[in-house]
């Protein structure tokens, strides 16, 4: 009898082929939380390096503190979306202090992450608008340009010349189009050649939204984004972000310019549909933005961590996916190799994230490391060390490693 | 031969490369079922037929184009606007 799940035979076929023997990548629980980069998973005391908590506040004893305050003074949620009761005082405070940290005139702040890009996306672009977004892009923005009506173009991965091209073969007018792309694209941990983009989006006439998740307290003087690294902010009419990496906890944000803005309270569906923030989270979010943006401190030990395991593991010989930054993706040549090396980390410790097709660029296969601030410098060691274990293993399946220079 | 044909003779020459399991392309073939094409060489399929009629095709008509045939009418239809 035909039953609404046979669409996922495919998907089944294809989980249950993996040969996952002791643990489980979409299974991991962590049933105790040690600190930022270990847990105990499974019994197993282990160092986590695939969190995205880049800065290590999740546990800061300040980020804490201003939690509990509010939790205590305001309960433990709202029960309402932003355009009816759910407006606190700190919610306001909360788009105050990002508006400062980014020195512009607004900033709406959602839910989630994914929630910012569908609210801001599918409100700004409508059916008679274009939008061009970088191949590479997160869910959240393919699935803000579906809600958004909008003619929808894809262009190769951070390559303006090609953003160039399909913008004059489409031939329409700049302010009808929205250019999407990221700062720091997560999977592979290249960022966006932001310069070029920036060009071709004048010489178009058109809008630029750039989500800043990943770059967020990473780059830049206060911790802006790759916006700010490269000195390019102004010429951004939309900067994305989200709470869940640098911030510790959960949310997104929208900050603009746009002296029109505003009026996305009031057009944005996962805005206005959605239960605001809960107090503690808001509260937690607001120190931690405080943080990054004053403590340039945390983004210095953080690029050390990065350094160290980029060079490490670059010197074992394994292939890496991008330059260095605060995300580490070791390409290994089949899934079958990847799901073995990935288990065996597990098994020895370690935790990264396991990244395969179609969540992947180009169909590669990554464990993808990512890095805190909250990293030792013996937990890197030992990070690149298991790696290089796990690597000479036989039942991993991995072709020798060529040590360079 | 009808510019159809043509531009199904074009279509059929992009699609040899990505044709790993060596299916004879007819205007009936369809991407999913008979070429067993992921999602990912879809899009590398669409940029290539892009670049090569030098056309812009929308990511929002891929879910109604499931057939070479249709692709190429689709095509035909964006070379005659």
Redesign the interface.
């Given at each position: 009898m035909a039953d609404l799940f046979d669409k996922f035979e495919a998907l089944t076929s294809t989980r249950e082929a993996m040969p996952f023997e002791e643990a489980n990548p979409v299974g991991i629980v962590m049933d105790e939380v040690i600190s930022p980069t270990e847990a105990m998973i499974d019994g197993r005391r282990t160092i986590l390096a695939g969190t995205n908590n880049y800065l290590g506040l999740t546990l800061d004893p300040r980020c804490i503190a201003a939690a509990h305050e509010a939790l205590d003074a305001a309960g433990t949620g709202t029960t309402g979306s932003r355009v009816l009761n759910g407006t606190y005082a700190g919610h306001k405070q909360l788009e105050d202090a990002l508006a400062n940290l980014y020195g512009t005139d607004q900033c709406i702040v959602f839910s989630t992450g994914f929630l910012a890009n569908l609210a801001v996306i599918g409100a700004l672009a409508g059916k008679d608008d274009y939008i061009l977004l970088d191949?590479d892009s997160h869910a959240s923005i393919y699935d803000g340009?579906g809600m958004s009506g909008a003619?929808?173009?894809?262009f190769?991965h951070n390559d303006a010349a090609d953003l160039d091209k399909?913008l004059t073969?489409?031939g329409v007018e700049g302010s009808r189009v929205l250019i999407v792309v990221e700062g720091l694209y997560s999977m592979l941990g290249d960022r966006a050649p932001l310069d070029d983009l920036v060009a071709v989006k004048k010489k178009h006439g058109a809008y630029l939204l750039v989500d800043e998740a990943h770059s967020l307290g990473v780059f830049g003087e206060t911790g802006r984004g790759v916006g700010q690294d490269m000195g390019l902010d102004d010429d951004i009419d939309f900067i994305v972000g989200t709470f869940s990496k640098s911030v510790g906890t959960i949310g997104g944000y929208c900050v603009s310019n746009h002296p029109k803005f505003d009026i996305l309270r009031l057009a944005a569906r996962p805005y206005m549909f959605t239960a605001s923030l809960p107090p503690s989270v808001v509260a937690s979010a607001t120190k931690a933005i405080e943080i990054l943006g004053s403590e340039p401190e945390h983004r210095e030990r953080l690029w050390r961590n990065a350094k160290q395991l980029h060079e490490g593991l670059r010197r074992a010989g394994f292939t890496l996916g991008a330059d260095c930054s605060p995300v580490v993706a070791v390409k290994v040549d089949s899934p079958d190799i990847l799901v073995r090396f990935w288990e065996k980390l597990v098994l020895n410790g370690v935790y990264v994230n396991l990244a395969m097709?179609?969540a992947t660029p180009?169909?590669l296969c990554l464990l993808r490391c990512s890095l805190s601030a909250a990293h030792t410098p013996e937990q890197v060691d030992t990070i690149i060390e298991t790696f290089e274990k796990v690597a000479r293993m036989n039942s991993v399946g991995m072709p020798a490693l060529e040590p360079v220079d | 031969m009808t510019s159809a044909q043509t531009t199904f003779d074009q279509i059929a020459a992009l699609i040899v490369p990505y044709n790993t399991k060596g299916v004879t392309v007819i205007p009936e073939s369809t991407f999913a079922s008979d070429l067993e094409w992921?999602?990912?060489t879809v899009?590398d399929f669409v940029?290539d037929m892009?670049d090569h009629f030098?056309?812009?095709i929308?990511?929002?008509m891929l879910p109604d184009l499931e057939t070479v045939g249709q692709v190429a009418a689709a095509v035909d239809k964006l070379l005659g606007d």
């Open positions: 191949a340009c003619t929808i173009v894809r190769k399909r073969r489409l097709p179609p180009q169909g | 992921d999602s990912l899009m940029a892009e030098d056309i812009i929308p990511l929002n």
